[in-house]
């Protein structure tokens, strides 16, 4: 079945610097979508990506979904300690025709003031 | 609107009880999921309903394991016995189909520990 990686797994920066988490997907989706989980919440969906190689910013945040629509990355920009979360991808196999998303493992990002 | 409801927000049991949790989704949307997270495991689909008919449940870890729409506005998942390894924050996500985005609303979450 489809599979979605995503890598780091955890990553640590000082408040001020850069980030970015990389997904990829064994199968070519028809979206990807990303979401938040801040600690102890619930998953909040951030964006949709659907046509190959779009680029889409959410002020200090840049989503780009891959040529062959198979994989995606997010990147911030001078992060803040409100960036403090777990994000995740979450890809729609272009194959299913159905309205389930399969979501990649998460990066948690900690931000060290 | 409210969002998703799910209820309770926290249950302890012991092992070889029965736990039903409840998912209330948003007025209007026709498709709903239950996920299982874990450390281990991460974010896991269980199982999700189209117009409250089960569509997938290849997720659904086990026979123990069952999960309901009579419909539109609730939904439960139960298990029957649980035990300690079902130990997890279970969410209950909605979504429009067809919508603009189809994102996935997710509820609050039900903090669940097996002794």
């Known amino acids: 079945g489809q599979q979605v990686m995503q890598i780091p797994q955890y990553q640590h920066v000082q408040e001020g610097e850069d980030f970015t988490t990389y997904c990829n997907s064994s199968?070519?989706?028809?979206?990807i979508q990303w979401y938040k989980q801040r600690p102890g919440g619930h998953p909040v969906f951030l964006i949709q990506?659907?046509?190959?190689?779009e680029v889409k910013k959410q002020k200090r945040l840049t989503f780009q979904f891959g040529e062959a629509k198979k994989n995606s990355s997010l990147h911030i920009t001078a992060t803040q300690t409100t960036d403090v979360g777990t994000y995740f991808c979450?890809?729609?196999?272009?194959?299913?025709?159905?309205?389930?998303?399969?979501f990649g493992g998460g990066t948690r990002l900690m931000v060290k003031p | 609107d409210a969002g998703v409801i799910q209820s309770p927000r926290h249950e302890v049991t012991e092992m070889g009880q029965e736990v039903t949790l409840r998912c209330k989704p948003i007025?209007?949307?026709?498709?709903l999921f239950w996920y299982r997270q874990t450390m281990m495991r991460g974010l896991e689909l269980l199982i999700y309903f189209n117009n409250n008919v089960p569509i997938d449940d290849s997720g659904m870890p086990e026979d123990r394991f069952s999960a309901k729409m009579p419909n539109a506005s609730f939904s439960t998942l139960k298990i029957q016995p649980s035990e300690p390894r079902d130990s997890a924050v279970y969410f209950c996500a909605s979504s429009l189909a067809g919508g603009r985005w189809n994102e996935q609303f997710f509820g609050p979450g039900t903090r669940l520990t097996v002794l």
């Open positions: 990506l659907v046509k190959s190689g």
């Open positions: 979450a890809g729609r196999d272009s194959n299913n025709a159905g309205n389930m998303l399969t």
């Open positions: 199968t070519t989706l028809s979206n």
């Open positions: 007025s209007g949307h026709n498709s």
